[in-house]
């Protein structure tokens, strides 16, 4: 079957295909730059479809259905006059691509830079980033990740609203835009990944549900009614979803998805939507010859999410893995409300670098039931970890940063607890040279009700967290432009200082031979006192290993009861003077009979031995 949407044929020809069972007749009505309607001709299962003449690259367009209301396109490309506006005709032939032999980037390399498009610079566009991708590049980022940039109501919103699946949203540079900075990211090296919201779209021009059974009230999510994936015509409604994925990576050059929120998309089908999807993604992989990833935005604990598909799983990458975030962000903030009352021991970080889950089939005192099952069986490389991320610092009440909540050597431990664990590393945009801006939620709804509504649901959602503050109005402009990073920051002080020490520990994570295998079989890791954890890993290829000792108390900490015999080398210390730490007296080389070692309060040590 022919793509959704409006497909430029050449020749100022154009396919239109929509999904309409609601409607006994659709039309399409050109807008400009030629006036014309034109009947669309019913096929089965409720798609409408035909061909037109004089229609060009831009032209806009509405479907008229059953002669009376006009609409957008379901599937638009664009929507250069907003969610309310006209469609427009896209030609994807017309970008000329030079990222002719990218293969992608192998899993084992991805680190994550989590971007949003908005705040990111003071432009807020595609183009805006293209300047920092050889900055970006030189920290050690391989992979960034855009949060959603489809279609969205007004000119600032996280992407979370969005409306148009397929289309790419008009502020930020449109298509055209978003293609320049994906194929600059491949020349460089760079893979990019799109974060795609496939288990509820935004509430301001929605019009799916005028058009077909996209929506089901048999279930209920956080946003409403669920999206329809097993009851009637769900079929059509998978098409949909799937095809979006599909659409990113052929017409965009995309490497990936992180798909938001993936336990919110219920299906009780046979075959469920996130196993149909990762299938066709890696199908379309093979045949493009180039790797493209599928990660699952998930708080459920399933490993089901990323077994393969002949264990009975889903068959994704990666998934995200919030017990390390959370364990972490508790050991160095001692905040306990809201879900941070499951975590708050040396334990809970300890069994979470050794497996990634913490709630692996446990009880949960915040859930109140028994939350998770065993990750054992996935490999290292299928979890995503973090120390800040777009909905841990932007879901506070005010949106600080851990740089606001902690010191400035808590900031520097937190970030080698992550970086050097064998998961995939996510660093949130700023949070390499601590980043001063707050990221807090804004939106730009034209809808009154709905921006009163989507204010007052912001204070209402923090009563379980004795968060200070009063939460800033989203729709209120200056909550986004307190948003915009100063990147210029990571020039001075102590932001340079964080800079370098995110830099470092990416070299060593790249070039120290135990710390490049992602392998949790190949680490060793111990509890020493309430705050102190020591971790080994080693490499089945090279005979070197490591030794990393965290301290997370406020006072010195000895290690030296843990490091195995050997000729050991000093790697890192956080504490060391270098690294804007006040100093410590560890030697450069450890010996058998000189393992005196003390860590000073808040803070990290890498040794090496061969």
């Keep these: 079957m022919n793509s959704l949407g409006a497909t430029y044929l050449g020749d100022n020809r154009c396919r239109f295909l929509v999904w309409a069972p609601k409607r006994e007749k659709v039309e399409v009505h050109v807008l400009a730059p030629h006036e014309q309607t034109v009947a669309l001709q019913p096929k089965r299962r409720g798609y409408f479809e035909g061909v037109m003449e004089n229609v060009s690259p831009g032209s806009t367009y509405v479907y008229r259905l059953d002669g009376d209301v006009e609409r957008p396109d379901p599937a638009s490309k664009l929507q250069p006059e907003g969610v309310h506006g006209p469609s427009a005709v896209v030609d994807p032939a017309a970008f ?53 940039v489809a279609q969205f109501p007004g000119e600032r919103n996280w992407g979370y609203d969005g409306a148009y699946l397929y289309g790419v949203q008009h502020s930020y540079g449109g298509p055209e835009g978003l293609r320049r900075l994906v194929d600059a990211c491949h020349v460089r090296g760079m893979a990019v990944i799109l974060d795609v919201v496939h288990n509820h779209l935004g509430p301001e021009g929605n019009y799916l549900g005028e058009y077909g059974h996209y929506f089901t009230n048999h279930y209920r999510t956080p946003w409403g009614d669920a999206i329809n994936m097993d009851g009637p015509h769900s079929d059509e409604v998978k098409r949909f979803f799937i095809e979006n994925a599909i659409y990113w990576v052929r017409e965009y050059h995309l490497d990936g998805f992180r798909l938001d929120a993936t336990d919110r998309i219920i299906d009780e089908s046979a075959t469920h939507f996130l196993k149909a999807l990762s299938t066709a993604v890696h199908e379309l992989s093979g045949q493009l010859g180039r ?18 598909t002949s264990l009975g799983g889903y068959g994704l990458d990666a998934q995200w893995g919030d017990d390390f975030h959370h364990a972490l962000h508790v050991l160095v903030t001692s905040e306990s409300s809201g879900y941070y009352r499951d975590f708050g021991t040396i334990w809970h970080l300890a069994k979470s670098f050794s497996q990634n889950f913490y709630y692996d089939g446990v009880y949960s005192h915040n859930r109140q039931r028994t939350h998770g099952n065993s990750p054992r069986a996935a490999h290292a490389r299928q979890f995503v970890v973090a120390s800040q991320n777009h909905d841990q610092v932007g879901n506070r009440a005010v949106g600080e940063r851990l740089s606001h909540l902690v010191s400035f050597e808590s900031a520097k431990l937190a970030a080698a607890a992550y970086l050097l664990s064998p998961y995939l590393p ?26 009163a ?15 200070d503050g009063e939460v800033p109005d989203p729709q209120d402009e200056a909550t986004f432009q307190r948003s915009k990073l100063n990147r210029e920051l990571r020039h001075e002080g102590q932001h340079r200082t964080m800079y370098a020490w995110y830099r470092e520990l990416l070299h060593c994570r790249r070039e120290l031979p135990a710390l490049a295998e992602l392998n949790k079989d190949a680490m060793e890791v111990t509890v020493l006192d309430s705050q102190l954890l020591f971790v080994r890993r080693w490499s089945d290829s090279d005979s070197v290993e490591v030794a990393m000792a965290f301290n ?20 890192l210390a956080s504490s060391d003077d270098q690294w804007g730490g006040p100093g410590n ?20 040590l890498l040794l090496e031995r061969s």
């Design 426 to 451: 996510l660093i949130f945009m700023g949070e390499e040279y601590a980043e001063t801006a707050p990221f807090q939620y804004f939106t730009s709804h034209t809808d009154p009700d709905l921006a």
């Design 552 to 571: 997370f108390s406020d006072a010195d900490a000895a290690a030296q009861r843990l490091i195995p015999p050997g000729m050991w080398r000093k790697i």
């Design 291 to 308: 790797r493209v990833w599928t990660i699952a935005e998930s708080d459920a604990n399933d490993a089901t999410w990323i077994l393969p």
């Design 585 to 604: 007296s560890i030697p450069d080389m450890l010996a058998d009979g000189q393992m005196n070692v003390t860590l000073p309060p808040c803070s990290m």
């Design 453 to 467: 509504a989507v204010s007052k649901g912001r204070t209402e959602e923090f009563k379980a967290f004795a968060w």
């Design 96 to 148: 000329e691509w030079t990222d002719r032999g990218w293969t992608g980037v192998r899993q084992d390399d991805i680190v994550i830079y989590e971007l949003h498009v908005g705040t990111f610079s003071p432009e807020g566009t595609f183009d805006a980033v293209i300047p920092h991708i050889d900055g970006l590049r030189d920290l050690g980022i391989t992979t960034l990740e855009l949060l959603p």
